[in-house]
């Protein structure tokens, strides 16, 4: 995947260990975070998503578990044709603590995914599958 570096400052996404399905990404900026705000956060970089992929922005596990800082719009989505500069939206759910977000610190996961094109075809009726049209809590949780 070709990644343009936009922030010479800023690392090149990496996996953290062999056999990792995430990316890290990193802050390009610094950024205090205020209990129950949010922020447009820059990552310095813009990426090319091969064709026929398409790029998820996941949460970071333990930004979420030490600091209570989640994504909104997660999973975000990047298209395979795409190619401005890859931005994270962080949101502070901790109610009492600010959380300072430092240049150069890890902030979310770039996760890249085959996605097949389908062919739309309207039809009258679908098929019947074992779950039907139970949803939102039908399979009891």
Same mark, same amino acid.
């Given at each position: 995947?070709?990644? $343009?570096r =936009?922030?010479?400052?800023?690392?090149? %996404?990496?996996?953290?260990? !062999? @056999?990792?399905?995430g990316?890290?990404?990193?802050?390009?900026?610094?950024v205090?975070?205020?209990?129950?705000? /949010?922020?447009?956060?820059?990552?310095? *970089?813009?990426?090319? *998503?091969?064709?026929g992929?398409a @790029?998820?922005?996941? %949460? /970071?596990?333990?930004?979420?578990? $030490?600091?209570?800082?989640?994504l909104?719009?997660? %999973?975000?989505l990047? !298209?395979?044709?795409? /190619? @401005?500069?890859? $931005?994270?939206?962080?949101?502070?759910?901790d109610? !009492?603590?600010?959380?300072? *977000?430092? $240049?150069?610190?890890?902030?979310?996961?770039? +996760? +890249? =995914?085959? +996605? %097949?094109?389908?062919?739309?075809?309207?039809?009258?009726?679908?098929?019947?599958?074992?779950? @039907?049209?139970?949803?939102?809590?039908?399979?009891g949780?």
């Open positions: 995947m070709a990644v $343009k =936009l922030d010479p400052e800023v690392p090149l %996404p990496r996996y953290a260990h !062999d @056999g990792d399905a990316l890290d990404l990193f802050a390009s900026e610094d205090r975070l205020g209990p129950g705000q /949010r922020a447009m956060v820059s990552t310095g *970089i813009a990426v090319a *998503i091969p064709a992929h @790029g998820y922005v996941q %949460p /970071r596990s333990g930004l979420a578990a $030490k600091h209570g800082i989640g909104l719009n997660s %999973p975000g990047i !298209d395979s044709g795409y /190619r @401005g500069e890859i $931005k994270v939206i962080l949101i502070n759910l109610s !009492d603590s600010p959380v300072e *977000i430092r $240049k150069g610190d890890r902030i979310a996961q770039l +996760v +890249v =995914l085959a +996605v %097949p094109q389908v062919m739309v075809i309207e039809a009258s009726e679908l098929p019947d599958s074992d779950r @039907g049209e139970g949803g939102f809590g039908s399979t949780s």
